[in-house]
């Protein structure tokens, strides 16, 4: 079954850095577009970029260019998110979510990771 | 990209049918057949509900459906039921190959 699992709970300083990373299991890693999606305490979700896990092309949100970048790693079948200098509105839950190469949807999303930014 | 627009929230009886709208321009809605739908329940991941505006994923209750018209996309929940009562959100392709979200509905079941 599809599976996508996420690293665990991160506590940063202002400024700092954090990466996150998403292991797949269950499928074709290198078949399925990846992508980052963050949700903040008690607010919406808000689209970060994706990753073509093939080639490793990205594309981002403008709000974060610059300031995410996401890799992966084909031999686990992991794709990372790093953001940097954080700052306490990115404070949020972090998901990965899989994007089919034939359908323009997210069908399979990760359990999440708390990112708080926090002095 | 500036979120797509969705009411607050929406309430209706068990058995009752409630739709929640999702405008945005042509530049993501109105242009592309590309809007899914997702469940969220309280501390959980997002579940997809509708893909490509009117698509039910496998599993999904057919009492969820889909619908678009000009720059307005629909969710229409018929049949309400406690266990629908959560947070929905419709998200859109854009024109700059981009995904934009929208500001997300909150279901209450009375």
């Known amino acids: 079954q599809v599976q996508l699992v996420q690293s665990g709970a991160e506590v940063k300083k202002p400024g700092a850095s954090v990466k996150v990373s998403c292991k797949a299991s269950?499928?074709?890693?290198?078949?399925?577009?990846m992508h980052w999606v963050r949700q903040a305490p008690g607010q919406g979700l808000e689209w970060m970029g994706i990753?073509?896990?093939?080639?490793?092309?990205?594309s981002y949100a403008q709000k974060f260019q610059g300031r995410v970048t996401m890799t992966r790693d084909t031999s686990t079948s992991t794709v990372y998110m790093e953001l940097s200098s954080l700052r306490s509105e990115d404070t949020a839950v972090y998901y990965c979510?899989?994007?089919?190469?034939?359908?323009?949807?997210?069908?399979?999303w990760g359990q999440g990771t708390l990112v708080t930014v926090s002095s | 990209q500036s979120a797509l627009t969705q009411p607050a929230s929406v309430s209706g009886s068990p058995g009752q049918s409630i739709t929640i709208s999702c405008t945005g321009t042509?530049?993501?809605?109105?242009?592309?057949?590309?809007v899914s739908w997702y469940q969220q329940h309280p501390g959980k991941a997002p579940k997809l509900m509708i893909y490509e505006v009117s698509n039910r994923p496998s599993g999904v209750s057919n009492r969820f459906s889909g619908s678009k018209s000009g720059n307005t996309a629909s969710l229409t929940i018929s049949g309400l039921q406690a266990e629908d009562e959560a947070d929905y959100y419709c998200s859109s392709y854009t024109s700059s190959s981009t995904r934009v979200f929208g500001t997300g509905t909150k279901v209450t079941v009375l």
């Open positions: 042509s530049s993501d809605v109105g242009g592309y057949n590309y």
């Open positions: 979510a899989r994007e089919p190469t034939t359908v323009t949807t997210l069908d399979y």
């Open positions: 990753i073509n896990p093939s080639g490793g092309s990205t």
């Open positions: 269950g499928y074709t890693f290198t078949s399925y577009y």
